[in-house]
């Protein structure tokens, strides 16, 4: 420092800043003879208890070049900022933020606008949420040496609402029931049994496919499709939609199907009428007032005895029993009326016996060609070619007739349920028709004439008549 200098401090003025993350220096008083040394600067410094952060390479560049730095408020040391933790968050395994309903895009680039909303299906047990927890951030350092302190992050809480549980740590949020996952007010996590639509089902709503219960309080409306793994209740129609449940199906305002409709419960099936349509019940079948020109399918019995009561058109198969007011019709109608075996196992022996024929008229042509082969063999015009045909051709008949032996025991087994059918029976309250038709297990009866209250059964290997009481 120049000769008769006054103290350094008279020439250098050491600052920090209020957060103590900064220490200045700054060259006053001084003149172009001004000198200073590192080890001033470090004694100046160490004063003002700066001993974090030091910038020592530019001590050195203002003792080389004191001229440079005069007037200049230069940054000399720097503090380690504190880092605040970070809040905690919950993260679910559906966006519901993310509300807007939009169409389903298919691969083809075409739109779905069927597929309109999407219902945040979840079993018992699963897993709807997880919590993660803030963390506890990291302290600053002062250029004076202290610490500085941070604040920890904000921990997350799930806001439980019903039908929902967290584990004993409170990081996983599970659903107590099979439902529909909901975001209700206060942002509470709710799981409910029922997705309800106040109002047609529409393309405001869209196909539905649920894991509970699904309420339509208005119509469903051709092309729709509703599946339900509980109930499905209708209080209006339903058109030419789709509508499947694992247990039952209720109809109020019945079913114009167009011929289009599909409606299939696990259990029961309700409806004030049914037109046009294919309804399968896995146990009953309840009609108040008709069923026109349908297929029914019931497990049980399908009961259509109502103040109306009718069954005109169609097929009506059930494993024990039909009672219907009117079958029929004076236009003699074909209607055709199947008991006395589960409705799977008569439609399954149908098939059977087309396959069956369809094996015969193969399994002829396959004789035809091998008669052919071995006619030229006896003739020893058989080359190589045609002995491999032969030999595929005799692999191709034990295989085909395996496979009628297979099918014909399987017809079997279905004929002899279908002569199990003693208890079933078809019951006319009031009058069946001539056209329609009486299947009981094995055994047919057509109606020709009118008759007024009547029970029909199986006895003595026949279906027999009897009133009805």
Same mark, same amino acid.
């Given at each position: 420092?120049?000769?008769r200098?006054?103290?350094?401090?008279?020439?250098?003025?050491?600052?920090?800043?209020?957060?103590?993350?900064?220490?200045?220096?700054l060259?006053?008083?001084?003149?172009?003879?001004?000198?200073?040394?590192?080890?001033?600067?470090?004694?100046?410094?160490? =004063?003002?208890?700066?001993?974090? *952060?030091?910038?020592?390479?530019?001590?050195?560049?203002?003792?080389?070049?004191?001229?440079?730095?005069?007037?200049?408020?230069? #940054?000399?040391?720097?503090?380690?900022?504190?880092?605040e933790?970070?809040?905690?968050?919950?993260?679910?395994?559906?966006?519901?933020? /993310?509300?807007?309903?939009?169409?389903?895009?298919?691969?083809?680039?075409?739109?779905? !606008?069927?597929?309109?909303?999407?219902?945040? /299906?979840?079993?018992?047990?699963?897993?709807? *949420?997880?919590?993660?927890?803030?963390?506890?951030?990291?302290?600053?350092?002062?250029?004076?040496?202290?610490?500085?302190?941070?604040?920890?992050?904000?921990?997350?809480?799930?806001?439980?609402?019903?039908?929902?549980?967290?584990?004993?740590?409170?990081?996983?949020?599970?659903?107590?029931?099979?439902?529909?996952?909901?975001?209700?007010?206060?942002?509470?996590?709710?799981?409910?049994?029922? !997705?309800?639509?106040n109002?047609?089902?529409?393309?405001? +709503?869209?196909? +539905?496919?649920?894991?509970?219960?699904?309420? +339509? %309080?208005?119509?469903?409306?051709p092309?729709?499709?509703?599946?339900? =793994?509980?109930?499905?209740?209708? #209080?209006? *129609?339903?058109? =030419?939609?789709?509508?499947?449940?694992?247990?039952?199906?209720e109809?109020?305002?019945?079913?114009?199907?167009?011929?289009?409709?599909?409606?299939?419960? $696990?259990? /029961?099936?309700?409806?004030?009428?049914?037109?046009?349509a294919?309804?399968?019940?896995?146990?009953?079948?309840?009609?108040?007032?008709?069923?026109?020109?349908?297929?029914? %399918?019931a497990?049980?019995?399908?009961?259509?005895n109502?103040?109306?009561?009718?069954?005109?058109?169609? #097929?009506?198969?059930?494993?024990? %029993?039909?009672? =219907?007011?009117?079958?029929?019709?004076?236009?003699?109608?074909?209607?055709?009326?199947?008991?006395?075996?589960?409705?799977? @196992?008569?439609?399954?022996?149908?098939? @059977?016996?087309?396959?069956?024929?369809?094996?015969?008229?193969?399994?002829?042509?396959t004789?035809?060609? @091998?008669?052919? @082969?071995?006619?030229?063999?006896?003739?020893?015009?058989?080359?190589?070619?045609?002995?491999?045909?032969r030999?595929k051709?005799?692999?191709?008949?034990?295989?085909?007739?395996?496979?009628?032996?297979?099918?014909?025991?399987?017809?079997?087994e279905?004929?002899?349920s279908?002569?199990?059918?003693?208890?079933?029976?078809?019951?006319?309250?009031?009058?069946?028709?001539?056209?329609?038709k009486i299947?009981?297990?094995?055994?047919?009866?057509?109606?020709?004439?009118? #008759?007024?209250?009547?029970?029909?059964?199986?006895?003595? $290997?026949?279906?027999?008549?009897?009133?009805?009481?």
């Amino acid at each position: 420092m120049q000769e008769r200098s006054m103290p350094a401090d008279y020439y250098i003025t050491i600052s920090i800043s209020d957060d103590k993350l900064s220490a200045f220096l700054l060259v006053n008083n001084a003149d172009d003879s001004f000198k200073v040394t590192v080890g001033q600067l470090e004694d100046l410094i160490n =004063a003002n208890h700066i001993v974090h *952060g030091l910038n020592r390479s530019l001590l050195e560049q203002i003792s080389s070049n004191p001229k440079s730095f005069f007037h200049q408020k230069v #940054t000399i040391a720097s503090g380690t900022q504190p880092q605040e933790g970070q809040n905690g968050y919950i993260k679910y395994i559906y966006d519901f933020d /993310n509300e807007e309903k939009k169409p389903l895009e298919l691969e083809d680039g075409r739109v779905n !606008y069927k597929e309109v909303i999407s219902i945040h /299906n979840v079993k018992k047990g699963q897993l709807i *949420g997880q919590r993660f927890p803030a963390t506890e951030g990291t302290p600053g350092k002062a250029v004076t040496g202290e610490s500085i302190f941070t604040k920890a992050g904000k921990e997350a809480r799930f806001k439980l609402g019903k039908n929902v549980i967290t584990d004993a740590d409170q990081m996983g949020l599970y659903a107590v029931i099979d439902g529909m996952v909901v975001k209700t007010d206060r942002d509470k996590i709710n799981v409910f049994p029922i !997705y309800e639509v106040n109002g047609n089902l529409d393309y405001n +709503i869209g196909n +539905i496919d649920f894991i509970g219960t699904v309420v +339509i %309080r208005g119509n469903v409306l051709p092309g729709f499709k509703i599946r339900a =793994a509980g109930d499905i209740r209708v #209080t209006g *129609g339903v058109e =030419a939609a789709e509508l499947e449940a694992d247990g039952s199906i209720e109809i109020n305002a019945g079913i114009v199907g167009q011929n289009k409709a599909h409606v299939k419960a $696990g259990r /029961n099936v309700k409806s004030s009428f049914i037109q046009d349509a294919i309804v399968e019940a896995g146990e009953e079948l309840n009609v108040s007032q008709s069923i026109m020109h349908s297929t029914i %399918r019931a497990g049980k019995a399908v009961n259509c005895n109502g103040s109306k009561g009718l069954i005109v058109g169609g #097929t009506i198969q059930a494993g024990e %029993r039909v009672t =219907a007011r009117t079958i029929g019709n004076s236009m003699s109608t074909a209607t055709v009326i199947e008991v006395g075996v589960l409705p799977e @196992l008569r439609n399954e022996m149908i098939q @059977l016996r087309n396959q069956l024929k369809t094996h015969m008229e193969n399994l002829d042509k396959t004789d035809k060609a @091998l008669a052919l @082969l071995d006619q030229l063999a006896a003739s020893g015009q058989l080359g190589p070619d045609k002995v491999a045909m032969r030999i595929k051709l005799n692999h191709t008949k034990k295989q085909a007739l395996e496979e009628q032996s297979t099918i014909k025991d399987r017809i079997l087994e279905i004929e002899k349920s279908l002569e199990d059918s003693e208890k079933s029976k078809v019951e006319v309250i009031s009058t069946i028709y001539g056209g329609a038709k009486i299947v009981i297990g094995r055994y047919t009866k057509f109606i020709k004439d009118p #008759t007024n209250r009547m029970t029909f059964r199986l006895s003595e $290997g026949d279906i027999s008549m009897s009133a009805y009481v």
